[in-house]
């Protein structure tokens, strides 16, 4: 029953940063010439690897994402976005496990996470247009949002993790 009780709780936390995420996105997005947006919700894509973990941050962050681009009418990105915030939170959740969970290694989890990002919407935007330089106009907008995810999520986690509650209901932070 015990196990039982931590899945359910698991997949509670799981659908929770979905929403988290799905809001994270769509609360402030900037549309961008070339088809995109500008947003937040690369916070709640790496700080639900943080909390979940790899697996079940990728689902809360890809799909909560994708979600985002189709409530928005960008709905020809929601795949490519399922996929590549998803990897987001694989390439943040495990390697935060090598790296550690000090600034540095959270730093480096955010750094290698968005260039996951940067180059996947490179080559969906490049496979869009037909062309991979005419991809490369995103970079600017996506190293951006790339950015503020980074300073937010990290600055969020590392305030989250000094509660005793956060630090028990999330099994990442013990």
Do not use: H
């Amino acid at each position: 029953m015990q196990q039982q009780s931590k899945q359910t709780k698991l997949w509670v936390m799981t659908a929770l940063f979905t929403a988290i995420t799905c809001v994270c996105t769509m609360v402030i997005a900037i549309p961008t010439p070339w088809g995109g947006y500008v947003n937040l919700g690369d916070t709640g894509v790496l700080l639900g690897a943080y909390l979940l973990g790899p697996w079940y941050g990728a689902i809360a962050g890809g799909v909560g994402s994708a979600l985002a681009d189709i409530l928005l009418g960008y709905t020809i990105y929601a795949p490519a976005t399922l996929l590549i915030k998803g990897l987001m939170a694989v390439v943040a959740g495990l390697l935060m496990g090598v790296v550690g969970k000090a600034l540095s290694g959270r730093l480096t989890c955010g750094v290698a996470a968005e260039l996951v990002m940067i180059v996947g919407y490179w080559l969906f935007d490049g496979l869009l247009s037909g062309n991979l330089l005419a991809g490369l106009v995103g970079i600017g907008s996506n190293g951006i949002q790339a950015v503020f995810g980074i300073a937010a999520s990290t600055a969020l986690v590392m305030a989250l993790e000094r509660s005793d509650s956060v630090t028990r209901n999330f099994v990442s932070l013990r």
